[in-house]
């Protein structure tokens, strides 16, 4: 079975600081990772995925996140937030056949500070 | 890109009716849909799958009858609370993607009121 932590539930952070949101996965099998963030009453949009080749994925809004195999992560980066970019952040992963169904984190709030 | 259009964004109604919420892929065809269900400030809970031509596959501890799922085309599900009652109050997604390809894209979201 396949399972995802977010440890943070809620990040502070100033306007224009870097910030990390932490995504650990536990899989048995090989999985593909995504991150979506969640603006209030709204679906998730996609950010960025993981799915093979470079470790190293860059996203949209300046997004990135690096694929750890060993440690079993998928953090979230990005190097100077703005206001906007305060919401709610999931973490997903899924199988690489099949349905692809997710699991998701249990997300971490973005707060954005001025 | 792909685009899944979910409607309505929002609606109240009255304690014992049902409230239809559909979920359209624009511009593709997906032979699965999620649907999930969202209490404030937790994580979406997958409610059930939702196959082309086929009956559902609903997680456990999701009623069967008071969340009729159909999905009769390509590009249309549909999700009917029946009898609704305050505690159906939810936000509730959709999700989909083209066939053969990985990653989901969302709808939405239906604010769900029961008065």
């Known amino acids: 079975a396949q399972s995802v932590t977010q440890l943070d539930s809620q990040v502070p952070v100033f306007e224009e600081a870097p910030v990390e949101l932490r995504c650990n996965y536990s899989?048995?099998?090989?999985?593909?990772l995504f991150w979506y963030v969640q603006y209030p009453n709204q679906g998730l949009q996609l950010l960025l995925k993981y799915l093979s080749g470079s470790t190293l994925v860059k996203g949209i809004n300046g997004f990135e996140a690096e694929f750890n195999k060993s440690q079993t992560s998928f953090h979230l980066r990005k190097p100077s937030v703005h206001i906007s970019d305060t919401a709610e952040y999931f973490c997903a992963v899924s199988d690489t056949s099949g349905t692809y169904k997710y699991i998701f984190g249990t997300g971490t709030r973005l707060k954005v500070l001025a | 890109g792909a685009v899944v259009s979910q409607h309505p964004s929002w609606v109240i109604c009255k304690s014992g009716t049902s409230v239809k919420i559909e979920c359209r892929s624009l511009?593709?065809?997906?032979?699965?849909m999620f649907w999930y269900r969202q209490f404030p400030k937790q994580s979406l809970m997958l409610m059930a799958t939702s196959n082309e031509g086929s009956k559902a596959t609903y997680e456990q501890g999701v009623e069967k009858d008071k969340f009729l799922i159909n999905h009769a085309s390509l590009t249309l599900s549909t999700l009917t609370v029946t009898s609704a009652h305050p505690e159906d109050s939810s936000f509730y997604i959709c999700?989909?993607?083209?066939?053969?390809?990985?990653?989901?894209?969302f709808g939405s979201g239906t604010r769900l009121t029961v008065v």
């Open positions: 899989s048995s099998v090989s999985v593909y």
């Open positions: 999700s989909a993607r083209p066939t053969g390809e990985p990653g989901y894209t």
């Open positions: 511009d593709f065809q997906a032979t699965t």
